[in-house]
């Protein structure tokens, strides 16, 4: 079956611009993750969706980070004024149901974001 | 303040050797680890897993063994493959959904 979609693959926008990236969970999971990914480094956790709700949102470096996930399947990611230091990869996640200790999360292959 | 730490950036290994990929990490209160594998271009993918009441997981030719003692956990790949030439995360749960994950290891595995 279809695996977890991100689009774009790729963004190149200017700083104080605004961006969305988009994520198609894997049908069925009610479990959503957005995770940043900086050069050189792992994935860093930003926020969790069950369902329709976000659980957990204390990943999310400041208020210019926002996501929605409105109907509880795909989830939106957005950044307002964006900045140089926001360039990284933009990685969601999903998982059959809450949890996460046993539950695998299944990646996208994520969005590049580059902030000239 | 790193909780989950890989300290070596990569790995170079023959085929059909041992890779053995080193974690570290400080935070007591994880009770479950995993292992990620990411190719370029391409999400991480779940690759194994073991709950802080085990010392050891098997799963084919990987295997995780946990020390709590230390707080280190390592990954065996045996025997070595080239198409197990990759980006090895290790990660770490609290009880909860938030896992936190290593800077990664770049294992090469030569022919």
């Known amino acids: 079956g279809a695996g977890v979609s991100q689009t774009p693959s790729n963004k190149v926008t200017e700083k104080g611009k605004y961006v969305e990236l988009r994520c198609d969970p894997i049908?069925?999971?009610?479990?959503l993750y957005w995770y940043r990914q900086s050069l050189g480094q792992g994935p860093e956790f930003l926020i969790y969706?069950?369902?329709?709700?976000?659980?957990?949102d204390s990943g999310l470096p400041n208020d210019r980070f926002f996501a929605v996930r409105p109907e509880g399947s795909v989830s939106t990611l957005k950044i307002q004024r964006t900045e140089r230091g926001d360039s990284a990869v933009y990685l969601c996640?999903?998982?059959?149901?809450?949890?996460?200790?046993?539950?695998?999360?299944?990646f996208g292959p994520g969005t590049r974001l580059t902030v000239l | 303040d790193q909780q989950v730490k890989q300290n070596s950036p990569s790995l170079s290994v023959q085929e059909g050797r041992i890779s053995i990929l080193n974690c570290d990490y400080t935070?007591?209160?994880?009770?479950?680890f995993l292992w990620y594998k990411k190719y370029p271009a391409e999400g991480p993918t779940f690759l194994i897993s073991?709950?802080?009441?085990?010392d050891k997981n098997e799963d084919g030719r990987f295997t995780v063994f946990l020390n709590k003692s230390a707080k280190h956990l390592s990954l065996h790949i045996v025997p070595s493959q080239p198409g197990d030439s990759a980006v090895y995360f290790c990660?770490?749960?609290?009880?909860?959904?938030?896992?936190?994950f290593g800077a990664g290891t770049r294992l090469f595995v030569k022919a």
């Open positions: 049908s069925g999971h009610t479990a």
């Open positions: 996640a999903s998982s059959l149901v809450a949890g996460g200790r046993t539950d695998t999360q299944y």
């Open positions: 969706f069950q369902g329709t709700g976000a659980a957990d």
């Open positions: 935070n007591s209160m994880f009770d479950y």
């Open positions: 073991i709950s802080s009441i085990k």
């Open positions: 990660a770490a749960l609290t009880g909860g959904f938030k896992t936190i």
